[in-house]
């Protein structure tokens, strides 16, 4: 039986998670990773390491994450589809597993014409839901994908992502169901602004038992500026951003500071919505910013009771 992560006992125990997210930097330098980690330690159960994020060349997930946990901090380490083959990411899974990685998000991964190298080759060989089925049964039965038994399995908590506003809206919570049947045991949503909708989607889990069977944890971002506000409206696919929310930023005196407020409003109110497990916040490349968010909301990392 494995002993499981700090981010697993956290969910299980029915408490308040908080996860962060961190960016690894374009470059060989491990102390962007030790500072950052730094200015997360003591206000998250667990950080997301992306992997090579909205397809841009980064430092790699698996080095970066064994990084933080030197830091004394937990990592889920993302694991996309869009770069790796089959035998590729089992390989890779294993490597991060005898790293110490206890936490792992399956994801397809965003398409390489959206990067820096538009022009490198998609691998694809699997999507998130097909990887979910294949780290599950690398945990659980243990084996590979092809049948062969694994000596030794790697102690990983499962999750993937969620996205409450991608159209077409009615299949999002199906979506997510079918990553549950495939094995997940936490999910990490889109950032939310409309808390409306989001609540709709989440009356939709509850309906078909997914809020019962896996974690969801609401994804939150405190935003910097009007013209982000109007980038990720406008711009940035499956985002929901009302209009008096960019209005709030736009007649504010201190944008920045409104920004973290728009956050910490929407905590206040996912917290209240009956499913939701904690909270994911996405403070790209504004890491600093989260203390401060933790302060208004008076949130605690759940790991912080048991």
């Not at 997360?40 to 841009?56: R, Y």
């Not at 590729?88 to 399956?106: E, T, W």
């Not at 013209?227 to 696919?237: C, D, E, I």
């Not at 910490?264 to 890491?287: C, K, L, P, Q, T």
Request: charged share 25%; hydrophobic share 45%; aromatic share 4%.
């Amino acid at each position: 039986m494995r002993s499981g992560s700090t981010l697993e006992k956290v969910l299980k125990a029915g408490a308040f998670a908080v996860t962060a997210e961190l960016g690894p930097p374009k470059g060989a330098d491990a102390q962007v990773i030790i500072d950052k980690a730094n200015i997360l330690k003591g206000h998250a159960d667990a950080v997301n390491i992306t992997d090579n994020q909205t397809a841009i060349a980064r430092m790699c997930s698996m080095a970066a994450a064994r990084l933080v946990i030197d830091q004394g901090l937990e990592p889920i380490m993302q694991m996309t589809c869009r770069d790796r083959n089959r035998l590729a990411i089992q390989a890779d899974i294993l490597g991060a597993a005898a790293l110490g990685v206890k936490n792992l998000l399956c994801l397809t991964g965003d398409h390489q014409s959206f990067g820096n190298h538009p022009q490198s080759k998609g691998v694809f060989d699997l999507d998130s839901i097909t990887l979910i089925n294949m780290v599950k049964d690398m945990r659980d039965v243990p084996a590979f994908q092809c049948g062969e038994e694994i000596t030794m399995a790697p102690e990983l908590f499962i999750g993937a992502a969620a996205n409450p506003y991608a159209d077409p809206f009615p299949f999002r919570a199906i979506r997510l169901a079918k990553k549950v049947d495939a094995g997940i045991d936490f999910v990490q949503t889109q950032i939310i602004y409309n808390v409306e909708k989001f609540e709709e989607f989440m009356a939709q889990c509850r309906e078909l038992g997914v809020s019962e069977r896996c974690h969801i944890l609401a994804g939150v971002a405190p935003l910097k500026s009007a013209g982000m506000a109007r980038y990720m409206k406008k711009r940035v696919a499956g985002m929901d951003v009302p209009d008096q929310v960019v209005e709030r930023l736009s007649s504010a005196t201190d944008a920045q500071d409104e920004g973290i407020d728009v956050c910490v409003e929407v905590i206040e109110r996912v917290r209240e919505v009956e499913g939701v497990a904690g909270v994911h916040i996405m403070a790209v490349e504004w890491e600093e910013s989260i203390p401060e968010i933790m302060k208004r909301a008076g949130l605690k990392p759940g790991s912080a009771s048991l």
